[in-house]
């Protein structure tokens, strides 16, 4: 996840605090008051349900009145393909200014995604954690070169 809200979340999180991270969805981004009105249902929720210091909730919230919302949905991460690069322009007055490139669209939004429970008007709710570790590799690369067959350090420690 390539998100500051996410990252913000993180840090109460390493602070041991339950953490959440709200985000609004959609392209125009006005209806604060529908995540406002989610977060303070999520708190009741999460004080009930006593969720743990050791994860953090990433929640996406449809850009939509609240009355239109048709719920909540617990979900994994989709994927994103590859977004537009960066470029580089001159504005009017010559500065050179970067823009940053467009989102590319969504590449797993599948049943059980963050993506797919906001493309139907659902509040996502995703549970994160800090360890990015890609368990699904691990072993393998363990076993495929061992921790002997590693590169040795040649280069000379300074005192």
Wanted: net charge negative.
């Amino acid at each position: 996840i390539y998100s500051g809200t996410v990252a913000a979340a993180l840090e109460g999180r390493f602070l041991r605090l339950p953490s959440i991270a709200v985000s609004l969805v959609g392209e125009r981004l006005e209806h604060f008051d529908t995540a406002a009105r989610v977060v303070i249902d999520l708190l009741d929720w999460i004080g009930t349900h006593h969720i743990s210091d050791r994860y953090l909730l990433n929640i996406n919230v449809p850009d939509l009145p609240y009355d239109r919302l048709k719920g909540y949905e617990i979900t994994r991460c989709g994927k994103r393909d590859h977004s537009e690069p960066v470029s580089a322009e001159s504005d009017q007055d010559g500065y050179r200014v970067y823009r940053i490139g467009k989102i590319a669209a969504p590449g797993d939004d599948g049943p059980g995604t963050d993506f797919h429970a906001t493309s139907r008007d659902r509040v996502s709710i995703t549970p994160l954690t800090n360890d990015m570790t890609h368990f699904g590799i691990l072993d393998s690369l363990v076993s495929t070169y061992g921790q002997s067959d590693l590169p040795a350090i040649t280069a000379p420690v300074a005192p």
